[in-house]
T-cell receptor
Framework: ETGVTQTPRHLVMGMTNKKSLKCEQHLGHNAMYWYKQSAKKPLELMFVYSLEERVENNSVPSRFSPECPNSSHLFLHLHTLQPEDSALYLC??????????????FGPGTRLTVT | GDSVTQMEGPVTLSEEAFLTINCTYTATGYPSLFWYVQYPGEGLQLLLKATKADDKGSNKGFEATYRKETTSFHLEKGSVQVSDSAVYFCALSPRGGGSQGNLIFGKGTKLSVKP
């Protein structure tokens, strides 16, 4: 595998379910990100991890819980979601979090549908 | 706060037509600017970037010039192909203070190229 991979690619879950999204980067990067992409809205940054420490949490509801066990893996644990949480969830990684020097590499996303 | 505004789509062009997608930004200081492209069913890919005023980013026939005086970073291509059909996102990364590693995206412009 190369680049950034995400599993599953598609997920349908009920509002009472608990599920997890997985992201893995094979680029040797130190920073990883979760984004939410909804129709007709800009991409929303949800979480940023740098060297496995969370450095950014953009007021995301507690029903989304990230986990970064090491610099190559990032999870997003989901529980008691709402239908408006249906979206494409994108994972990205970068060499560091300097932003202006370090472009981000994106995975293909997980299409989540909450019923 | 910092923001990115790009032209609403969708944009429909015939093959070999000239493409311009407008992007303007609001930011304090001197952000870095990016264009990302998202092909159907895939994640975002970095298309080109510019890190300082008057820089020109280019890739795959696409170009964009960082214009500080007009706070713009318009994407252009002289002759589009059907394979260029995708959604294009303009983004900025603030410098200095603010969020670490944060990319601020526009809403995206969908381009459809007809044969």
């Amino acid at each position: 595998e190369t680049g950034v991979t995400q599993t599953p690619r598609h997920l349908v879950m009920g509002m009472t379910n608990k599920k997890s999204l997985k992201c893995e980067q094979h680029l040797g990067h130190n920073a990883m990100y979760w984004y939410k992409q909804s129709a007709k809205k800009p991409l929303e940054l949800m979480f940023v991890y740098s060297l496995e420490e969370r450095v950014e949490n953009n007021s995301v509801p507690s029903r989304f819980s990230p986990e970064c066990p090491n610099s190559s893996h990032l999870f997003l644990h989901l529980h008691t979601l709402q239908p408006e949480d249906s979206a494409l969830y994108l994972c990205a990684s970068s060499q560091d979090t300097s932003g202006y020097k370090s472009e981000q590499y994106f995975g293909p996303g997980t299409r989540l549908t909450v019923t | 706060g910092d923001s990115v505004t790009q032209m609403e789509g969708p944009v429909t062009l015939s093959e070999e037509a000239f493409l311009t997608i407008n992007c303007t930004y609001t930011a304090t200081g001197y952000p870095s600017l990016f264009w990302y492209v998202q092909y159907p069913g895939e994640g975002l890919q970095l298309l080109l970037k510019a890190t300082k005023a008057d820089d020109k980013g280019s890739n795959k026939g696409f170009e964009a010039t960082y214009r500080k005086e007009t706070t713009s970073f318009h994407l252009e291509k002289g002759s589009v192909q059907v394979s260029d059909s995708a959604v294009y996102f303009c983004a900025l990364s603030p410098r200095g203070g603010g969020s670490q590693g944060n990319l601020i995206f526009g809403k995206g412009t969908k381009l459809s190229v007809k044969p």
